[in-house]
């Protein structure tokens, strides 16, 4: 829909970059589905038994005593979602795609804002099943019939409906009936979806139960509640008599924090996709997520307007490509891309760090900054590479150690390592100090699930590491057999202390014991284990480099946290309050251009209606209000005008002065007052 | 020797019908007084009433089929608009007097029309020298319905001139249901509760054929037992008995004690009723979930039931928000100040407050306030400074949603919205840990 071609001529390679970020963009999307799918996949196969489970019993055993007895319920999945409700409609419209596939093909989503009373429930509860299976040719011809006579919406029609469906399947050609019954049973249920189980009302729910519960023996119905909140809900909404006709099983989803961090692990925490965030910008993102909403397809939708933003915003993204594509691109440059280049904040530290031979090169022979392009370009791919395992081997340190010095969740810990040098933080220095009180099985399981992090990285550096890793795992073995032999050494000592009787001695002896105790503080055991925190540190310190630091980082990462905050983070009231009390801020004209809190005479109407607004208490008195504003507006007009006239306001300035101020009641500035007349009175607080 | 006589029907289905109304003897013969023989007119209209499963609706189901009498059933709730009923009414009537499955369509909106399509279905010769009975069952609904059907179908012998007899069954007394502008008084008659005795009697009636009748109408004792003291239901007895029947019988398959060995049967079963009353009896757990676990003889104490889950996740300022709009709404406006003011001065110690002492702000609910004061509170109890963006404001929108919050009064949304808190101390407690 959009293209990032303002101009016609194509120096900056707009149509390249409109082509990369659409290809990332569908990447990212089947990527972010596929995880969702995976996600969703346990709460749907429980789901899918329950329902296939539910009407099965009863089909069977009808003639047994007990379910004779019984009273029929209805059965009913109670689903906990929880609070982000703008994710539950991906949740729903799964759900209901794989009841489609494996149950039934009757399945109905209802929406409480559909659904005021019971006949608009029964109403749109009728065309979403009746309409379901509109693909069966023989079904269309009925399907027009039946609308055109009005179909009454009560149960005994959907009844009949319901069975002459089920009859229409047994009475199919062979090969047909072979094909649904493998899909469905003889007697589907049909399944009706509470969407915002919170929003309905008490009446229509306890209505529609028990007309169904009445029905159950006809019409195998199902019915499962969306619920955000918690599921005493159920209990608040409906009474005893009427829960009581419901056999209600709980299935709860995944909660949103797992499911934001599993999104930020495939997603961010990869080399496969060369588009990566900064460090401002995820944090942002994450903000918005843990203080506002919770969703994740908010999430989601934040971080395509990232890609959008930075394809569209710089030029040179058009390099921000797969590994395989970064030299023809970078071949392909224009002029124009190459002074880009040049004029990077990142490149320029670059150059100046360079002896002056290759900086003159650098700053004018274009094929040899090509080279050096591509060559800084794969060693950024490569830094990244090492970046994401080295970070994912310190989480497994920090995420053990008490009270989380460097957060809990490797979101954290990667904002933390993008924002700036991770191991000058105070945090990272009291994370080492505990990571150096450790125990020996911890240190031993943390090293462990290092070398497996490293071993399953793509960066071929680490074959160093992991050999350095594996013979620390040794050590600590070795350790195990030494540490028996020493334990044998201090049993004599112990029996010399008792032997020696006399004070003196014994003090002599207690003072060398604490003496060697405090010089051997240091055994084998610990001395290794400052080793090993000292080489992670160093692993640290080598790797997890923050990405500004990179040259030419400004290529793949995208760090405009603050344009990103101005779309997502919408203030309406400070946006109105900019725009009536300084409109220059948006009408870019040089005449509007006020200095102070003086107010202008050509500014809009409104704008000085507003002004003098904010000057009032509680209750406006119109006159007083009508009398301030000619008088702004007539001040910039000859003052030398006739004192008869500037006793009666002219009529045109009334009128003006009456629309403004019906404009600002529109705005909800003001509303017309009882109180008192001719006086208004303010709505705002704290504006002025 | 039968209570029931009348002289209009044949003996035996009497004495059938007294089988199959235990405990109801006495309202069935008042009826039947009532009725009439066949081509009598009857009272015009019947109003019955009693507590949820006194047998209303069976006894009179029971009764009109079992003496063949010709009538109409129909359940209001189900029918909720009047066009619905009045349909419904005419479709059965159509069955009634043709005796086929098959109905055409009906169309009838109005009382008038009905009136009229009621007089042509009843002249068929199946009807026409019989009472005719329409039963509405769940009435209290037709007070919802337009004025003019509840009065109608009072005295609709007088309006349609023919045979037939309204029976009104509803949970509620008359006196609520009596319009402004009067009406024909139907006659009333109560159905009393089961006592424990008759519930013993009518559910012990339908033993499993696998077990004696003793064996059976012992374990109903054990479990009225425990179950009168909270539930009367007969319906739900009677499906908590099935329920439990199994756990019952476990000694006696296993050969761990015989049919009449009441004292060791009691022991296994009590303690199980009792758990179930907590779970099942509550719909904490659902009853497919309780067999399961009957089944595999687990504890019920491995399943949390629905009130486990009241942990609700909040984004972290709709934490905040909640908070603040529990405060606006349990504490005074004039405390405000005191509570959430860096410089709020000496506190006066003053005779008002201690006139309110006694009763506690959460005795007497949440209280509206604006949404000025709500955002004010929110603003002192965050420590960072919080930017009044959109996404605040959706959040409280979404928390309204949520039904955590309520709106009063929202016909002016300029006039400044006022909002209640619906949630509870102990809510507020979980989030705000």
Not at chain 1, 94 to 109: E, F, H, K, M, W
Not at chain 1, 493 to 521: A, I, N, P
Not at chain 2, 232 to 259: M, Q, S, T, W
Request: include cysteine; hydrophobic fraction near 40%; aromatic fraction near 8%.
């Amino acid at each position: 829909a959009h293209d990032f071609r303002s101009t016609s001529d194509d120096s900056e390679d707009t149509g390249l970059r409109f082509v990369t970020c659409q290809s990332l963009w569908n990447q990212i999307k089947s990527e972010t589905e596929k995880i969702q799918e995976d996600l969703n996949k346990q709460l749907l196969n429980n789901l899918v038994s329950f329902l296939s489970q539910a009407h099965a019993d009863f089909q069977e055993k009808t003639t047994e005593w007990s379910c004779r007895m019984k009273f029929r319920e209805i059965p009913t999945a109670a689903l906990v979602l929880g609070v982000n409700v703008t994710d539950h409609d991906l949740t729903f419209r799964g759900l209901s795609d794989v009841l489609q596939d494996n149950i039934t093909p009757y399945v109905a989503l209802l929406e409480a804002k559909d659904c005021p009373g019971v006949k608009n429930l029964m109403q749109k509860l009728m065309g979403q099943l009746m309409n379901c299976d509109i693909d069966d040719p023989l079904e269309d011809e009925d399907c027009v019939q039946v609308s055109q006579n009005r179909i009454r919406c009560s149960m005994p029609s959907l009844i009949s409906w319901y069975e002459s469906v089920t009859k229409k399947i047994d009475s199919e050609t062979p090969s047909k009936k072979r094909n649904s019954s493998s899909r469905h049973c003889q007697s589907p249920p049909v399944v009706v979806i509470f969407k915002d189980m919170e929003s309905f009302t008490t009446k229509v729910l306890q209505d529609f139960i028990v007309i169904s519960s009445q029905h159950i023996h006809e019409l195998p119905l199902v019915l499962i509640f969306g619920i955000a909140t918690s599921p005493m809900i159920i209990h608040r909404l409906l009474p005893h008599s009427v829960s009581s006709l419901l056999c209600i099983e709980l299935f709860q989803s995944l909660s949103c924090k797992e499911h934001l961090s599993t999104i930020i692990d495939k997603l961010l925490l990869t080399s496969r996709f060369p588009f990566k965030l900064g460090g401002k910008v995820l944090q942002v993102l994450i903000n918005i997520f843990l203080y506002h909403d919770f969703s994740v397809q908010n999430f989601i939708k934040g971080f395509q307007l990232c890609i959008v933003e930075h394809f569209y915003s710089q030029p040179l993204s058009v390099l921000c490509c797969h590994l395989e594509d970064i030299k023809k691109r970078v071949h392909s440059l224009s002029h124009d891309q190459c002074e880009n280049i040049r004029r990077l904040p990142s490149f320029r530290r670059y150059v100046e760090e360079q002896e002056s031979g290759k900086q003159i090169a650098l700053l004018t022979n274009e094929n040899f900054l090509k080279e050096e392009t591509e060559k800084l370009l794969k060693d950024l791919h490569v830094y990244h590479e090492n970046y994401v395992s080295i970070l994912r081997c310190l989480h497994v340190f920090t995420s053990s150690l008490p009270k989380y010095p460097l957060g809990k969740q490797i979101r954290e810990l990667h904002c933390a390592c993008l924002e700036n040098r991770v191991w000058e933080t105070e945090e990272y220095e009291s994370s080492l100090q505990l990571a150096r009180m450790l125990n020996k099985t911890d240190l031993v399981t943390m090293l462990q699930r290092c070398v497996e992090i490293l071993m399953s990285s793509s960066g071929k550096e680490f074959d160093r590491t992991v050999e350095k890793l594996k013979e620390f795992l040794t050590q600590f073995q070795n350790l195990e057999a030494e540490a028996s032999q020493e334990r044998d050494v201090s049993v004599p000592s112990q029996k010399e202390l008792q032997k020696k009787t006399d004070l003196y001695h014994l003090q002599k002896t207690l003072l060398e014991l604490k003496e060697s105790r405090r010089s051997k503080k240091l055994t084998k055991f610990e001395m290794l284990r400052f080793e090993v925190v000292d080489y992670i540190d160093s692993l640290v310190r080598r790797y997890l480099v923050p990405a500004d630091d990179r040259t030419l980082h400004e290529i793949v990462y995208f760090n405009a946290a603050a344009v990103l905050r101005g779309h997502l983070n919408a203030a309406p009231r400070t946006a109105l309050h900019t725009a009536l009390n300084n409109p220059h801020w948006y009408l870019k004209n040089q005449a509007l251009k006020c200095d102070g809190g003086g107010i202008s005479n050509k500014a809009p109407d409104i704008c000085i209606v507003y002004k003098l607004h904010l000057e009032c208490g509680r209750l406006i008195n119109l006159v007083d209000w009508l009398e301030a504003f000619s008088t702004v507006v007539m001040a910039a007009e000859e003052p030398n005008a006739d004192a008869a006239s500037s006793d009666q306001v002219d009529d045109i300035i009334h009128a003006r002065f009456i629309r403004a101020v019906s404009e600002l009641e529109l705005l909800g500035f003001i509303k017309p007052s009882k109180q008192k007349t001719d006086h208004v009175a303010r709505l705002t607080w704290g504006g002025c | 020797m039968p209570n029931l006589e009348h002289p209009a029907y044949p003996a035996a289905d009497l004495l059938r019908l007294e089988s199959l109304v235990p405990c109801r003897e006495s309202q069935v013969s008042t009826l039947l007084s009532i009725f009439g023989e066949r081509q009598q007119l009857s009272f015009p209209s019947i109003f019955i009433y009693g507590h949820t499963s006194s047998g209303k609706t069976y006894v009179m189901q029971t009764l009109l089929t079992t003496l063949q009498l010709p009538h109409v059933f129909v359940n209001c709730v189900e029918h909720f608009t009047s066009r619905l009923l009045l349909e419904e009414i005419l479709i059965q009537l159509q069955r009634c007097s043709s005796g086929t499955e098959q109905a055409s369509p009906v169309h009838c909106d109005t009382l008038n029309d009905f009136v009229r399509l009621f007089k042509q279905a009843v002249a068929s010769p199946g009807l026409q020298d019989q009472t005719l009975y329409i039963v509405l069952d769940r009435a209290e609904q037709l007070r919802e319905m337009e004025a003019n059907i509840l009065p109608a179908f009072l005295r609709l012998q007088e309006l349609t001139d023919r045979n037939v007899t309204v029976v009104l069954l509803s949970e509620i007394v008359w006196e609520l249901y009596r319009p402004n502008i009067g009406c024909f008084e139907p006659f009333t008659m109560y159905f009393p509760d089961y006592s424990i005795g008759h519930l013993q009697k009518i559910l012990s009636q339908n033993h499993p054929p696998e077990y004696s009748a003793d064996f059976y109408a012992a374990y109903i004792n054990i479990l009225l037992g425990v179950f009168y003291m909270v539930c009367r239901d007969l319906k739900e007895l009677r499906h908590l008995a099935a329920l439990n029947f199994a756990k019952y019988c476990e000694p006696v398959v296993r050969g761990e004690a015989n049919e009449r060995d009441t004292r060791k049967l009691w022991k296994n079963i009590e303690p199980h009723l009792k758990k179930a009353m907590q779970t099942v009896y509550l719909r904490e757990i659902s009853s497919s979930q309780w067999e399961r676990l009957q089944h595999d003889g687990g504890e019920p104490g491995q399943l949390k039931g629905l009130s486990a889950h009241t942990h609700v996740e909040l984004p972290y300022y709709s934490k905040f928000l909640l908070i603040a709009a529990y405060l606006a709404s349990y504490n005074p406006v004039r405390t405000d100040k005191r509570f959430f003011l860096k410089h709020h001065g000496k506190i006066r110690k003053t005779n008002f407050m201690k006139k309110h002492e006694k009763t506690s702000n959460h005795l007497l609910g949440p209280k509206p306030f604006p949404l000025d004061r709500l955002l004010a509170i929110l603003y002192s109890i965050v420590d960072n400074r919080v930017a009044p963006t959109a996404n605040i404001f959706s959040q409280i929108t979404s928390l309204v949603t949520l039904q955590l919050l309520s709106m009063v009064g929202q016909n002016d949304q300029l006039d400044g919205p006022r909002y209640k808190c619906t949630v509870s101390l102990d809510f507020i407690r979980a989030i705000a840990r």
